[in-house]
């Protein structure tokens, strides 16, 4: 059976939104080995519909080192507006999505990953379907921007797995559902 891992760069008060903004300069050798490790055991990435539209006009196009990984990876996009998805090896997952998630997790393959799709997280912790939520803290304080967990109204019991700090100060916190 797959699990669902979401990873995600949060600041200390929590925002989630736009780390391309302030997440570099605390990227460093230590975190990147925690996200290769992440990315080594999946073989498919789990996107929202914004962060797909996102990474869909961007990734195509780009050289950087990741690109080939990302154009090359397996893509299932969790949408209820999206009809048609043009990034190759992308399908969509909509209708009955939770049931859809389930059934994905119950074939065989490596982890389904996430990274961003704030709305999309939120939802699987609501349904608990994620099996694991990576926080990357970041030690600043922004003040402003979604949070990730915003949109949840109902308490999601967590239980710590790991928790590791970096030398560039960002925690590496890894929550498990408690039940």
């Known amino acids: 059976m797959r699990k669902i891992v979401s990873s995600l760069f949060v600041s200390a008060d929590g ?3 736009a780390p391309e903004t302030w997440h570099f300069p605390y990227f460093d050798d230590e975190m990147g080995a ?21 990474f869909a006009a961007h990734w195509p196009t780009s050289d950087d080192e990741f690109a080939g ?7 299932y996009v969790v949408t209820t507006t999206l009809t048609e998805a043009t990034w190759n090896n992308t399908e969509i997952v909509t209708g009955d999505i939770e049931a859809e998630l389930r059934a994905l997790k119950a074939t065989e393959g490596g982890d389904l990953a996430i ?18 939520l990576q926080l990357f803290v970041h030690p600043v304080v922004l003040g402003k921007g979604a ?3 915003d949109k949840l109204d109902d308490q999601v019991e967590l239980k710590l797995a790991s928790a590791e ?13 408690a039940k």
């Open 115 to 132: 990274t961003g799709s704030l709305t999309l997280v939120q939802s699987l912790l609501r349904s608990g379907l994620l099996d694991q």
């Open 147 to 149: 949070r990730w967990f």
């Open 69 to 75: 990984f990302m154009n090359n990876q397996k893509k």
């Open 165 to 177: 700090a970096f030398g560039s100060g960002v925690l590496n916190q890894i929550y498990v559902p």
């Open 15 to 17: 925002v989630a939104e």
């Open 34 to 54: 925690a996200i290769g490790a992440g990315m080594a055991t999946s073989d498919a990435m789990l996107l929202g519909r914004v962060q797909y539209e996102e």
